[in-house]
């Protein structure tokens, strides 16, 4: 079991910048897959990014694509979002997981079921 503390989030001006950070307890970070997703109010939590162990599968939703970048670093347990361009759009809280099961499609890894752990979230808000 792990657990996954979010932090990075807050107030940005559409345009801008954020960085998020996923730091996991545990030994086994190296082996899960590990996704972002974000939920706005009154509606479902949407799929962001999701990058395999290994590094060498990377998945992204249409929405974020060519403006949010998703990475790790194993040795730090950690997992990072990168978020430029912001849009008031994007204004959400931000969700990191963990998926224990291992599969090389990223269909997978957009379904929030896929996932066996989750951290408390961090809110992101772009004003325009």
């Known amino acids: 079991q792990i657990q996954l503390v979010e932090s990075g989030g807050g107030l940005v001006q559409a345009g801008g910048s954020l960085r998020l950070s996923c730091a996991a307890s545990?030994?086994?970070?190296?082996?899960?897959?590990m996704g972002w997703f974000r939920q706005a109010p009154g509606k479902e939590r949407e799929f962001v990014a999701a990058i395999s162990a290994s590094d060498d599968m990377l998945c992204s939703a249409d929405s974020v694509k060519g403006r949010f970048t998703i990475s790790r670093d194993n040795a730090r347990n950690t997992v990072y979002l990168q978020m430029n361009s912001l849009k008031p759009e994007d204004t959400a809280v931000y969700y990191c997981?963990?998926?224990?099961?291992?599969?090389?499609?990223?269909?997978?890894?957009?379904?929030?079921?896929?996932?066996?752990?989750w951290g408390q979230g961090t809110q992101v808000t772009v004003s325009s």
């Open positions: 545990g030994r086994t970070f190296s082996s899960y897959t």
């Open positions: 997981a963990a998926a224990t099961t291992a599969y090389r499609s990223c269909n997978y890894y957009r379904l929030p079921v896929s996932y066996d752990y």
